[in-house]
């Protein structure tokens, strides 16, 4: 009986409840702009939450019309297009009015210049705000009767306990489940690591 009681407590608890985590702002590079910054490709440093995810070694000066961030990490692999994610904070210090937009929908976006030891890079375009989301599995959004971009609401147990509206569910094979919430969302809410948070259906 006891057995059977924590195996229906498990199973509700993957049902409503996902871990989340908060992303600082941070960097994407193709492989030939990782090799003008560093002069080589991307080294992978400290594998992240979702597979084959990696924080590099690497880190870049990210500069904007106003004001300039040091140290940004740098996010691998590379990928097919630049990208700068920021939160509003920091896009205010930038000078740069960063749209809030999902990963990869960086069109009509800001640039800015990157800087690193070997050269320095001019995008016309690529910094946004990471719109908040939930990367799920096809069977972990099966078991919750969830859809691609379908959008939810988020309810955070933490220090300030708040329920997040326009969460996007972003689901692949190739992701683990995660919410991902910005550093100015965070804050708002008194986030600590390992806070979990419940789905909430429309």
Partial sequence: MEHALEALSA????????????????VHVTKEQAIILFGHDLTPAKPL??????????????????????????????????????????????????????????????????????????????????KRHIHLPPEDAARRGLQDKEVVKLKLFSKRPLIFDDVVVRISKDFAPDAHIDYDEANACGFTKGDYGMIVHG
């Fill in 11 to 26: 199973q509700l608890l993957g049902q409503l409840f996902v871990e989340v985590e908060a992303s600082g702002r941070h």
């Fill in 49 to 130: 939450s979702q597979p084959g995810q990696f924080a590099a070694k690497e880190r870049v000066t990210v500069v904007g019309p106003k004001g300039r961030f040091e140290n940004v990490a740098v996010l691998g692999p590379a990928r097919n297009a630049a990208q700068v994610e920021v939160s509003l904070t920091d896009a205010r210090t930038l000078g740069v009015d960063a749209p809030i937009r999902l990963s990869g929908d960086t069109a009509n976006s800001p640039g800015c210049t990157l800087l690193g030891p070997c050269g320095e890079i001019t995008l016309p375009q690529g910094v946004i705000v990471a």
